[in-house]
Nanobody
Framework: QVQLVESGGGLVQPGGSLRLSCAAP????????MGWYRQAPGKERELVAR???????NYADSVKGRFTISKDNAKNTLYLQMNSLKPEDTAVYYC????????WGQGTQVTVSS
C-alpha cells in the first residue's frame, strides 16, 4: 500500500517562502498526474497545483504566479515551491493523485503569520 509522506511545512512571515516535498514510493510519476491540495481550518480540501505525467502544470488562481509544482520521477518525489506567501495560504498541505485518490498522508502544516 502506497504511503504518502509530506514534509517541509512550518511557520513563515508574509512574503516568505517554503518548499514542500512529498515522498510517494510505489507511485510512478512518469505515468500519473499528481497534485498538491490544502485544507484550511473550517474549509474543504482544495486542489492548488497539478502536474501531469508529461510535466505540464496547472494552478488554482489563488496561487498562480507564486507557487511552482515540480517532480522527480526517478525519486518518486513531488515538490511545491511556495513564494510570496500570504496569511490566507495557511493550511495543511497534502499531496495525492489527481485521478484515483488514495489514502491521504498526514500532511504538513504551513502557517503564514507575522
Amino acid at each position: 500500500q502506497v504511503q504518502l509522506v509530506e514534509s517541509g511545512g512550518g511557520l513563515v512571515q508574509p512574503g516568505g517562502s517554503l518548499r514542500l516535498s512529498c515522498a510517494a514510493p510505489g507511485l510512478f510519476f512518469s505515468i500519473i498526474a499528481m497534485g498538491w491540495y490544502r485544507q484550511a481550518p473550517g474549509k474543504e480540501r482544495e486542489l492548488v497545483a497539478r502536474i501531469n505525467s508529461s510535466g505540464s502544470t496547472n494552478y488554482a488562481d489563488s496561487v498562480k504566479g507564486r507557487f511552482t509544482i515540480s517532480k522527480d520521477n526517478a525519486k518518486n518525489t513531488l515538490y511545491l515551491q511556495m513564494n510570496s506567501l500570504k496569511p490566507e495560504d495557511t493550511a495543511v498541505y497534502y499531496c495525492n493523485r489527481i485521478f484515483g485518490i488514495i489514502n491521504w498522508g498526514q500532511g504538513t502544516q504551513v502557517t503564514v503569520s507575522s
